[in-house]
């Protein structure tokens, strides 16, 4: 316990030198009510709707420069010479910085540190951070950036697997000594994550039907809305205040302190307003570029990307290629999979080890199978690099196993929903990793709630007159059709999606809440590391704190580097860590004040004798049988009560390198999706007429919160499906880096998407909860193909699909 | 840069003579993007956003004159009788908040061939109004295209208003694009009945180097349409003659192959929209001459 009154004033102000406004400044308490189970409005929703809200591309310093980077034109490249002279002569300009000018530690990264801060003598992809400069406009510094004179002389590309590991192929980072680097065949192989179980042979021989089939997903983009920004304040004690939009600020801090070479103590982060982020603010972008410049200046620098930056300035979802083979009986029991799954992490590895994890462990999808073989691996190569996105690994599985599923029951002449319901998982079963699920795995129950829910009606865009609303059919207002060509088509997915980190680590939150009477009324003040990213963590954390200390007033204090880790808002583990945190936290806070009240006023009543059952509502000690024996102003007086603690979810150990066995995740979650789409076969334009989905969440804290997660990532993964994809060329070139070519779902192409939210309790976790927000992602582009591949007849084995694919051209 | 903003359509002109690289500003939503992208800089913009007449238009017994900044929503608002393909292919142009600034002026400044509003303009037959301090003239909607994002005008002068025929007969617009809304084209294509002249216009969008009319298959339509008699009899179209339509109407395009969709879906493509909207603009004309074929409602 600590009681750290000077920490509360020094955390609401800064340096005095910090932007007028920060957007995390979301102060909760008398707008906002609500306990846990009960729909919380956000406190932000209605400023982001009407275009009020501060995101960090809006924060704003006086005396403020502005930093540019200037990225390669080329994905493999020797740099012969970098010529700054012209660009520094420009007017204007305060400093450029290339590799040379790094102070200390010149790689980062999160998993193995392989990113060049700024290209060291060779760029290893299209885009990669060459120079930066600070110039007082930020036209200026893009014009500078580009007299900027940098010699290329073109290398060799690895753009696959098999120019990866050709003999003499190009090694992209000779001399690896990182923790994969002595168990993969190959060092352009980032990380391999074979599983076995079982005797796949002998299964083999008794198979009465095997499917095997290949597929490929393209490289998705996380496409947040606000573009990567931040700004870099450098401070008087020689360090440096970052406001950042970011997903976890101390993993940032320990990636930029050795970079800056300054003390972590030294390197303050405050999150900024973040403007989505799906994984995609997993890694750094601007933040290491917009520090060194401010330290080197001595003015705050602020970089903001724009649009076109912004592919280049973030990992995406890993392209993968994914062969299949699934065994059965006549009767309908998977008897093994073998799988093999390729993914393409691009020229460093961002999270591409724990990507290739999740893959591996969740290949074969929410189904008992005794017998498996399944291989995963990530290359490095010269594609764009690929890391965290929504899903992480189990994305790319679950639209090749769901695929076979259906290839399977065709097979057998069976229900593709009956079929996956008598090899569906439940608990109790074992995962191919050999870990027993040990909490509600419904899946059979999820398959049967989307089945069950009546079908929309046929011909939506028909009335009964006769005249045609094209809105509601395939090509919608380009008016394509009225009618001709349009196919029905009905398809079904279920997905697994793992919770909180894997493998071994060490997952942690940490929460500070300090009780205090103000005014006569308690209020809760909640700290936390914790990125809110639209996931609403904001909402949920007040409702945890009033829960458990039965208080109104909860304020959320911004997010900072002033208190301990919260880990990373990704993983789905949020809720349950940070929450979890804040729960374990009040707990302690609520038995201060049994523990004060009793020794102040335990001689008064009775009621305070032992510590059974009793507890804190409305500012008052109430025993479990509803009497109140003490007033919560009366106990504090002018005191506050103020604990930080860390929460942990239960430990979890590395897969087996050869066998890939382990006790390797924390908690599973599941969805199931029904699509229900119109195809125009003739033009190949697809119109997701309904997404029905369900899942399991446990508990869900925030009602509202947890069907808006599951209509996003349902729609996320419908993007995947039928349009997102960053195309890259031949020579590794990022083709449509814009949104008028990388097409994300607009409302008119969002279905309608009614929701089945179950809740049954994980005991492990706090409050029984599952995460929520990543499950949805996985099953929605499966239906939605499935759905489309009902319509057509076509095998579609790949992903998104293209009218092109649809009509043979 | 310096940024010019005449009050009066000959100030407009007398800057654009005196200053001949000037970029004529309109709506702004593909200038701006070259600007903000620093992929343009032009020593002068010319902002046309002040002249009154530029926004309003003029309804003849024979065409509309249309100023060359009326946006497109006030052309679905407005003009969907008179202009009803032209209207059909504003509806299509990106969101509400294009709709609102871009204009039909601006889409034949910037001469992008997958602009909505030229096949619409292609089958409906249009004249480009330009004007310089040297004077005026009409230039045939046909010849104004001149290469991937190269028009007719010449250095001094500006597009004024473009005359649109009426329509007598009904009109279709499709596109395709990879989503359902606020999508540039991957190819488009425009029909319009001219039953007085008894002819079919075409216009194909993003399927060749500038935006084409499929003459061949115009004629062949006309031709055999005369031939069987069915603009007299209202004799419906057979299938084969809307096959070889199609088949003539993919045959016009010399599309690329890119980013947005490969050369041989925009053929098919193109092949499949003719056919649909020779039958919706056919049928409509048989049923009794609704202007706008098909029946659609639009948003």
């Keep these: 316990m600590t009681m750290d009154t000077d920490r509360i004033t020094t955390s609401t102000s800064t340096s005095g030198r910090a932007p007028a406004r920060t957007a995390t400044e979301l102060r909760q308490g008398a707008t906002a009510k609500g306990t846990i189970g009960e729909s919380t409005p956000r406190p932000d929703g209605t400023l982001k709707a009407t275009g009020e809200f501060a995101y960090s591309s809006d924060l704003w310093h006086e005396d403020m420069l502005w930093g540019f980077t200037l990225r390669s034109p080329h994905a493999h490249a020797e740099i012969r010479s970098i010529d700054i002279g012209e660009a520094l002569a420009m007017p204007g300009v305060h400093t450029v910085m290339t590799y040379a000018d790094l102070p200390a530690e010149t790689h980062y990264g999160l998993e193995i540190r392989d990113q060049p801060v700024l290209a060291a003598g060779r760029v290893r992809y299209h885009g990669e951070a060459v120079a930066i400069v600070a110039a007082d406009h930020p036209e200026t510094a893009r014009r500078a950036a580009a007299r900027i004179k940098v010699e290329y002389a073109e290398l060799p590309l690895v753009t696959d697997e098999a120019t990866a590991t050709a003999p003499g192929a190009p090694v992209l980072h000779p001399g690896r000594a990182d923790r994969h680097a002595g168990g993969v065949p190959h060092p352009n192989i980032v990380h391999r994550q074979p599983i076995r179980r079982g005797d796949v042979a002998a299964a083999e021989a008794r198979a009465e039907v095997v499917v095997r089939r290949d597929y490929e997903v393209g490289m998705q983009d996380q496409a947040f809305l606000g573009p990567e920004s931040g700004l870099a304040v450098p401070a008087e004690d020689g360090g440096v205040d970052l406001y950042i939009a970011t997903q976890w600020l101390h993993v940032d801090r320990d990636q930029l302190a050795p970079v800056l070479g300054l003390p972590a103590d030294k390197v303050r982060l405050t999150l900024s307003g973040v403007g989505g982020a799906f994984g995609a603010r997993e890694d750094l972008s601007m933040q290491a570029h917009a520090c060194l410049l401010a330290l080197r200046t001595g003015r705050p620098v602020k970089i903001a990307y724009n649009r076109y930056e912004s592919f280049f300035g973030h990992v995406h979802r890993h392209p993968a290629k994914l062969a299949y083979e699934h065994g059965a009986t006549r009767d309908g029991k998977l008897l093994y999979v073998r799988c093999r799954i390729v993914l393409d992490g691009g020229a460093y590895a961002s999270s591409s080890p724990a990507v290739v994890g999740n893959a591996a462990s969740l290949s074969i999808g929410p189904y008992a199978v005794d017998n498996v073989d399944i291989e995963a691996l990530a290359l490095y190569s010269n594609n764009p690099p690929c890391g965290a996105m929504r899903g992480f690994g189990a994305v790319q599985a ?82 394509t059709s009225h009618g001709e060509g349009v196919v029905r088509g009905v398809g079904y997915a279920v997905g697994i999606k793992n919770v909180g980190f894997s493998e071994g680590f060490d997952d942690y939150s940490t929460a500070r809440v300090r009780l205090e009477v103000l005014g006569g009324e308690p209020v809760a003040l909640v700290h936390t590391a914790m990125a809110e990213v639209g996931q609403g963590g904001v909402t949920v954390h007040a409702q945890i704190a009033r829960t458990e200390l039965g208080v109104t007033q909860v304020v959320i204090h911004p997010a900072d580097t002033r208190v301990g880790s919260a880990g990373s808002t990704s993983a789905s583990r949020q809720t349950y860590m940070t929450g979890g945190a804040i729960k374990h936290t009040c707990e302690a806070v609520r038995e201060e004040v049994f523990r004060r009240g009793r020794e102040r006023f335990g001689h008064r009543h009775p009621g305070w004798a032992g510590d059974a059952g009793l507890l804190l509502e409305g500012g008052k000690v109430v025993t479990g049988a ?115 070519d990388y097409l994300i779902p607009t409302i008119l192409d969002t279905p309608s998407i009614p929701v089945d939210v179950l809740e049954l309790a994980d005991d492990h976790a706090p409050y029984g909860l599952r995460g929520v927000g990543e499950a949805p992602t996985l099953s929605s582009t499966p239906a939605v193909v499935a759905a489309i591949r009902a319509a057509t007849g076509l095998r579609l084995g790949r992903v998104p699909v293209r009218p092109e694919h649809l009509t043979g051209t | 840069m310096e940024f010019l903003r005449p009050a009066r359509w000959d100030e407009a002109l007398a800057a654009k003579a005196a200053h001949p690289t000037a970029v004529p500003l309109a709506g702004g939503t593909d200038v701006m993007v070259e600007l903000n992208f620093d992929r343009r800089r032009p020593d002068h913009l010319l902002d046309l956003g002040r002249i009154p007449e530029l926004h309003t238009w003029e309804t003849g017994p024979e065409t509309v004159r249309l100023g060359a900044c009326v946006p497109y929503a006030r052309i679905i608002e407005r003009l969907p009788g008179e202009l009803p393909g032209l209207a059909l292919a504003a509806r299509t142009v990106g969101s509400p908040q294009i709709r609102n600034r871009g204009s039909v002026g601006g889409n034949l400044g910037a001469a992008s061939p997958a602009g909505d509003a030229h096949p619409a303009l292609l089958a409906a037959g249009a004249e480009v109004e330009v004007a310089s301090v040297r004077g005026s003239r009409l230039i045939p909607v046909e010849e104004f295209y001149t290469g991937v994002k190269r028009n007719a005008l010449a250095d001094d002068e500006l597009i004024r208003a473009i005359h649109i025929r009426k329509a007598t007969g009904p009109q279709a617009f499709s596109k395709v694009g990879t989503r359902n809304a606020m999508v540039i084209a991957v190819c488009a294509f425009a029909i319009a009945l001219h039953p007085r002249t008894r002819t079919v216009r075409t216009g194909i969008g993003s399927a060749a180097p500038t935006p084409v009319r499929a003459r061949a298959a115009e004629d062949f339509l006309n031709a055999a349409l005369a031939e069987g008699g069915h603009w007299d009899g209202g004799r419906a179209v057979t299938p084969s003659i809307a096959g070889r339509f199609a088949e003539l109407c993919a045959a016009a395009c010399d599309p690329i192959d890119d980013v947005r969709g490969s050369t041989a879906y925009r053929r098919h493509a193109v092949s499949v929209m003719a056919r649909r909207t020779l039958g919706w603009t056919w049928e409509a004309f048989r049923e009794g001459g609704a202007i706008t074929g098909g029946g659609a409602q639009c948003a």
Excluded at chain 1, 421 to 433: C, E, H, K, Y
Excluded at chain 1, 701 to 706: F, I
Excluded at chain 1, 715 to 727: D, R, S, Y
Aim: contains cysteine.
């Design chain 1, 626 to 740: 509803g009497e109140v024996i003490g007033d919560l102003a009366e106990i504090l007086g002018g005191d506050a009560i103020d604990i930080e603690r860390e929460f942990r979810h239960r430990p979890t150990e590395p897969f087996h390198p050869e066998t890939g066995q382990g006790f390797g995740h924390v908690q599973y979650s599941f969805c199931a999706h029904r699509a229900v789409v119109d195809v125009d076969t003739e033009l190949g334009l697809v119109k997701v007429v309904e997404l029905a989905a369900a899942q399991d969440v446990g508990k869900a804290l925030n009602p509202l919160a947890v069907v808006g997660q599951i209509q996003g990532g349902t729609t996320q993964g419908l993007g995947l499906a039928v349009m997102e994809e960053i195309q890259v060329s031949g020579g590794a070139l990022v083709r449509n880096p814009s949104f008028t």
């Design chain 1, 398 to 479: 679950c639209f090749a196993y769901e695929a076979q599923m259906d290839a399977v029951a065709a097979e057998l002449g069976l229900d593709p929903v009956e079929f996956r319901q008598r090899n569906a998982m439940s608990q109790g079963t074992v995962m191919p990793t050999g870990q027993r699920v040990d909490s509600p795995a419904p899946v059979a129950e999820l398959l049967r709630r989307v089945k069950e829910r009546p079908l929309p009606p046929e011909r939506p865009w028909a009335d009964a007159g006769g005249s045609v609303d094209v809105r509601g059919l395939p090509g919608g207002l380009s008016n």
